[in-house]
């Protein structure tokens, strides 16, 4: 029981860490965590990297969101007054129109945390950069915060939970 604590302990760590440092990867301390302790230990200590990888991942969007990144949110500003005043049928860069359509997705009620589950669960879109642009857009950070937990939870768990068996059962 004394392990899983402290498995638990690193992991809200590390998941705080990897949320803030893209090359951290917490999915290889799910793995680890599975492949040492047994299946009731996996599910706690992927609970503990869940719950730690919502604080740092809340610790972005806030930063964001406050202004600690005065440039970024200065960039999304000039980024919202250059397609308000672009011509509707010019030609547009790849990464502009995946940016536009993020922020646009972002700033729904319900099709928001849709996508932070989906960047947390499967990784795509990056949740790094997810994060990154709810911080700039209307989200309120209740739903990210729940929807960062359950997709950031599954995904830990799909990778612990078959380490757990094949080790220890």
Not at 8 to 30: F, H, K, Q, R, Y
Not at 104 to 122: A, C, K, Q, T, Y
Not at 132 to 161: H, K
């Amino acid at each position: 029981m004394r392990e899983i604590l402290i498995a638990c302990l690193i992991a809200v760590g590390t998941g705080w860490a990897s949320a803030v440092i893209p090359v951290i990867n917490a999915e290889a301390l799910a793995l680890a965590g599975g492949a040492v302790t047994s299946v009731h230990g996996a599910i706690f200590v992927t609970l503990a990297l869940a719950i730690g990888t919502v604080f740092g991942k809340c610790t972005l969007f806030l930063g964001v969101r406050t202004g600690k990144n005065a440039v970024a949110r200065k960039r999304a500003m000039e980024a919202e007054e250059e397609i308000e005043h672009r011509d509707k049928d010019a030609p547009r860069g790849r990464w502009a129109k995946l940016r536009d359509l993020l922020m646009e997705n972002l700033d729904h009620p319900w099709r928001g945390p849709l996508v932070v589950f989906i960047g947390g669960s499967v990784g795509i879109p990056p949740l790094f950069i997810t994060a990154s642009v709810a911080g700039l857009s209307q989200m309120r950070i209740v739903p990210f915060a729940i929807a960062v937990f359950t997709g950031r939870w599954i995904r830990f768990l799909v990778i612990a939970i078959p380490a757990a068996l094949a080790f220890h059962h």
